[in-house]
């Protein structure tokens, strides 16, 4: 590894493994014994986002109010759903190209951190068997702001001892992509639809392509 770039900071719900369906699945089980309405469209502004800040999201919708109390138990509820759908994951859980790519950046001497929101994100890693390829998971329960903040991208390229702009950040939500470009970062979008400000899209993790992203480099 002889180029510009020298670690590479992924999102995981959606670029490493698919648990932004779980998540969906999760809220929208909430939202419809809330009486909310909620679809994919909606979700999309949860992506990256939160627990408490995605339930005052999802709650905004409503014309009732609640407590903190009862928006505790709501987004408890939520989790423990959640919860009992990540359960299950193995390794054949990783999208596309997502070992083949941890694999091949660690070989070429890549340092490699998680920058997920989750706080289940530590379990899910270990589920996927994928822990070992990382120098550093960002915990989110230390995290103060949420997406499209750029501190989570920021926390992890201090916890790799490089500066942002040596960083290359994976995302698969428009706020992950903000708070990459926020942080001084290379952004990489993962997915079908165009995320606004990304330097590249790819499709998954099969594409991604660390040679023409250093090429790249607006120095
Ligand atoms: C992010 C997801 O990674 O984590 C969001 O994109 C989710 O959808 C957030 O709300 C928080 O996750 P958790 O597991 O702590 O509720
Ligand atoms: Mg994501």
Redesign the pocket.
């Known amino acids: 590894m002889d180029g510009y770039f020298k670690g590479v900071i992924f ?4 670029v490493i493994t698919d648990t ?1 369906e779980y ?1 969906y699945q999760a809220w929208k089980r909430l939202a419809e014994k809330l009486g909310i309405p909620f679809d994919r469209k909606f979700n999309e502004k ?6 408490m800040e ?1 339930l005052n999201i999802i709650l905004s919708r409503s014309n009732k109010s609640y407590t903190q109390e009862e928006k505790e138990r709501l987004a408890e509820e939520k ?1 423990a759903d ?1 919860k009992e759908l990540i359960a299950k994951i193995t390794p054949d859980d990783l999208l596309p190209g997502a070992g083949e790519v941890l694999e091949s950046l660690k070989k070429h001497g890549y340092k490699l951190a998680l920058a ?6 530590s379990f899910v890693i270990k589920k996927l068997k994928v822990e070992h390829y990382f120098d550093y998971i960002v915990d ?1 329960a230390t995290i103060k702001n949420s997406k499209p903040h750029p501190e989570i991208f920021l926390t992890a390229a201090k916890g790799l001892g490089l500066a942002p702009e040596y960083c290359i950040g994976v995302e698969d ?1 428009q706020a992950g992509i903000e708070a990459i470009k926020r942080a001084g970062m290379f952004a990489v979008g993962v997915g079908s639809s165009t995320l606004k400000g990304a330097d590249v899209m790819i499709n998954d993790l099969r594409d991604f392509d660390i040679e023409q992203y250093q090429t790249m480099v607006k120095r």
Request: charged content about 20%; proline content about 0%; aromatic content about 4%.
């Open positions: 999102d995981l719900d959606g932004a998540h949860l992506k990256g986002v939160s627990r995605s989790n959640y997920s929101a989750s706080k289940n994100a989110a939500a």
